[in-house]
């Protein structure tokens, strides 16, 4: 059983920044697809980044493109989600997910964490 725990959520004011990390356990990381998502209050939980297991393919919601940057660091079993000129709309809990190893995470994800929340005052 994949074991996913964030840390790294605060508040922060519009155009700051906030780094994100997710520390997985339970099997071996470099074996996992990973990703962020996130759930405003009264909205469904959405997509915001993915990384395969080596790291060499990222991909981004459209909202985030240009903005957030996800990394991961095998050696330490993290993902990171650096997260710059942060707006209000991006107030959110954030979650850290995974998959097995190949599997796309944008729409499904079969590993949850349980979510750090993330306010953007304007």
């Known amino acids: 059983q994949v074991h996913l725990v964030e840390s790294g959520g605060g508040l922060v004011q519009a155009g700051g920044s906030l780094r994100l990390s997710c520390v997985a356990s339970?099997?071996?990381?470099?074996?996992?697809?990973m990703g962020w998502f996130r759930q405003a209050p009264g909205k469904e939980r959405e997509f915001v980044a993915g990384i395969n297991w080596s790291g060499a393919t990222t991909y981004y919601s459209d909202s985030v493109k240009g903005r957030f940057t996800i990394s991961r660091d095998n050696a330490q079993n993290t993902v990171q989600l650096q997260m710059n000129s942060l707006k209000p709309g991006d107030t959110a809990v954030y979650y850290c997910a995974a998959n097995p190893m190949y599997q796309n995470i944008r729409y499904r994800a079969n590993y949850w964490g349980q979510g750090t929340q993330v306010t953007v005052s304007s």
């Open positions: 339970g099997t071996t990381f470099s074996y996992l697809e």
